[in-house]
C-alpha cells in the first residue's frame, strides 16, 4: 500500500489562502485522478464539522469563552481528522488541508494564550494521536498589508473581526513554529503574485511527491 502524503496551508488573515487553495484544486483536478487526492480545511470538513464552524465564526447570540473556542476547533479537528483525513492518507492518498493544528498553536496559543505551547501540542496529540503534515506551506504576510488587503464593506468574521495587535500574535506563533521546523514548513513571501506563490507551491509538491 502507497504511504499518503499529507499538505497543510497556513497563514494569517487575508494572507491569500484561498485563492491558493484553488488554484490547487484546479491544479490537482487536471494533474490526476479523483480518488488519488482530498481537499478539507478547518475548521470544518464534515457536516458536524461544518456545524462547529459555524458556532465558531458566525455565532451572534453569545461570544465563546477563549477556552470554549479552543474546544470547539479541536472537536471539529477530531471529527475532521477521524473520519476524513487519516482514512484518505490510509488509502495513500495526498490530503490537502486548508488549516490543521498549526493555526491552534498560533491562534490559540500565542494570540489567546488560553494555554501555553506545550499543552496545546498534548491536547492536539489526544485528539489526532502522532499525525503531523509531511508539508506546510506558511504564506506569511504582516498583519499591516493583511489589514490594508481587507475591503472595507468585507463582512468579517468573529477571528477577523480581531485588531491589529491580536493578528501581530498570530504571525509571531507562525514564525515562532515555522522556525522550530523549517523541514516541514516552506515560508513563503505572502506579498508576491498568487501566480508567483503557486509557482513556489506548485514545485514543492511535485518535489515531494515525486
Same mark, same amino acid.
Given at each position: 500500500? +502507497?504511504?499518503?502524503?499529507?499538505?497543510?496551508?497556513?497563514?494569517?488573515?487575508?494572507?491569500? +489562502?484561498?485563492?491558493?487553495?484553488?488554484?490547487?484544486?484546479? !491544479?490537482?483536478?487536471?494533474?490526476?485522478?479523483?480518488?488519488?487526492?482530498?481537499?478539507?480545511?478547518?475548521?470544518?470538513?464534515?457536516?458536524?464539522?461544518?456545524?462547529?464552524?459555524?458556532?465558531? =465564526?458566525?455565532?451572534?447570540?453569545?461570544?465563546? =469563552?477563549?477556552?470554549?473556542?479552543?474546544?470547539?476547533?479541536?472537536?471539529?479537528?477530531?471529527?475532521?481528522?477521524?473520519?476524513?483525513?487519516?482514512?484518505?492518507?490510509?488509502?495513500?492518498?495526498?490530503?490537502?488541508?486548508?488549516?490543521?493544528?498549526?493555526?491552534?498553536?498560533? !491562534?490559540?496559543?500565542?494570540?489567546?494564550?488560553?494555554?501555553?505551547?506545550?499543552?496545546? =501540542?498534548?491536547?492536539?496529540?489526544?485528539?489526532?494521536?502522532?499525525?503531523?503534515?509531511?508539508?506546510?506551506? !506558511?504564506? +506569511?504576510?504582516?498583519?499591516?498589508?493583511?489589514?490594508?488587503?481587507?475591503?472595507?464593506?468585507?463582512?468579517?468574521?468573529?477571528?477577523?473581526?480581531?485588531?491589529?495587535?491580536?493578528?501581530?500574535?498570530?504571525?509571531?506563533?507562525?514564525?515562532?513554529?515555522?522556525? =522550530?521546523?523549517?523541514?516541514?514548513?516552506?515560508?513563503?513571501?505572502?506579498?508576491?503574485?498568487?501566480?508567483?506563490?503557486?509557482?513556489?507551491?506548485?514545485?514543492?509538491?511535485?518535489?515531494?511527491?515525486?
Amino acid at each position: 500500500m +502507497k504511504k499518503g502524503f499529507f499538505i497543510t496551508i497556513e497563514g494569517g488573515e487575508a494572507c491569500g +489562502k484561498s485563492t491558493q487553495v484553488n488554484l490547487l484544486k484546479d !491544479y490537482f483536478k487536471n494533474n490526476f485522478s479523483e480518488d488519488d487526492y482530498l481537499f478539507v480545511r478547518e475548521p470544518g470538513g464534515t457536516p458536524l464539522a461544518e456545524e462547529i464552524r459555524n458556532l465558531l =465564526l458566525f455565532y451572534k447570540e453569545e461570544k465563546p =469563552l477563549p477556552i470554549t473556542e479552543l474546544l470547539l476547533f479541536c472537536a471539529a479537528r477530531a471529527q475532521n481528522t477521524h473520519t476524513r483525513i487519516i482514512p484518505a492518507l490510509k488509502e495513500g492518498k495526498i490530503v490537502i488541508a486548508d488549516r490543521f493544528y498549526d493555526s491552534t498553536l498560533a !491562534y490559540q496559543g500565542e494570540a489567546r494564550k488560553i494555554m501555553d505551547k506545550s499543552q496545546l =501540542l498534548n491536547l492536539t496529540q489526544t485528539i489526532i494521536g502522532d499525525l503531523k503534515p509531511d508539508l506546510t506551506f !506558511y504564506l +506569511k504576510l504582516s498583519p499591516e498589508e493583511a489589514f490594508k488587503r481587507k475591503k472595507s464593506n468585507e463582512a468579517l468574521d468573529r477571528i477577523e473581526s480581531e485588531g491589529i495587535e491580536f493578528h501581530k500574535a498570530v504571525a509571531r506563533g507562525y514564525d515562532y513554529i515555522s522556525s =522550530l521546523e523549517n523541514n516541514r514548513f516552506c515560508t513563503i513571501d505572502a506579498s508576491l503574485s498568487p501566480e508567483e506563490i503557486f509557482k513556489i507551491i506548485k514545485s514543492e509538491i511535485e518535489k515531494r511527491i515525486n
